[in-house]
T-cell receptor
């Protein structure tokens, strides 16, 4: 069974631009969560989607948004990029919203210049 | 607010036993999870405790005390490949996940 895939793996943007990251969950998994990982803040929860609905949202500004498609694939978008948005963005999938075992993708390393 | 506390770094020798503690403060609580992350890699699931007590999976065990808002991950017969960062994570009453800042485990020969 293929794991969670994320594209692109690396991305360089400049301040003010916007970016869209993509995540394909494990086949059959309907829950997708997004996390931001930085050396100083650790792993921070961005949002969780289940069956195309945002189920939960972390404490991030409205510049961070996401969506989930009918095939469970998910995208997250960050608009008006700031230097502080430089981070590793991780996507994780699980079978259900109560699934405690989350399977993480390799992440997208975003650098904002 | 929500908070999880775990030591930032632990060093142990090969073959030894190490315990990584995690204390948490959340609004509501479903359970405590542990993840391992090697440098440059993605976090991988290790264990989950919803009820008090010890869960054992091979060389790794995880413990939870809900009344003390405390848990730990116990790694036995340490191997060099266990050198990684270990995160505790909690799902709160609003179904949001919170991760600790991670404990970097250094295993020395």
């Amino acid at each position: 069974k293929a794991g969670v895939t994320q594209t692109p793996r690396y991305l360089i943007k400049t301040r003010g631009q916007q970016v869209t990251l993509s995540c394909s969950p494990i086949s059959g998994h309907r829950s997708v969560s997004w996390y931001q990982q930085t050396p100083g803040q650790g792993l921070q929860f961005l949002f969780e989607y289940f069956s195309e609905t945002q189920r939960n949202k972390g404490n991030f500004p409205g510049r961070f948004s996401g969506r989930q498609f009918s095939n469970s694939r998910s995208e997250m978008n960050v608009s008006t990029l700031e230097l502080g948005d430089s981070a590793l963005y991780l996507c994780a999938s699980s079978l259900a919203t109560s699934g405690e075992e989350q399977f993480f993708g390799p992440g997208t390393r975003l650098t904002v210049l | 607010g929500q908070s999880l506390e775990q030591p930032s770094e632990v060093t142990a020798v090969e073959g030894a036993i190490v315990q990584i503690n995690c204390t948490y403060q959340t609004s509501g609580f479903y359970g405590l999870s542990w993840y391992q992350q090697h440098d440059g890699g993605a976090p991988t699931f290790l264990s989950y405790n919803a009820l008090d007590g010890l869960e054992e999976t091979g060389r790794f065990s995880s413990f939870l005390s809900r009344s003390d808002s405390y848990g730990y991950l116990l790694l036995q017969e340490l191997q060099m490949k266990d050198s990684a960062s270990y995160f505790c994570a909690v799902r709160d009453g609003f179904n949001k996940f919170y991760f600790g800042s991670g404990t970097k485990l250094n295993v020395k020969p």
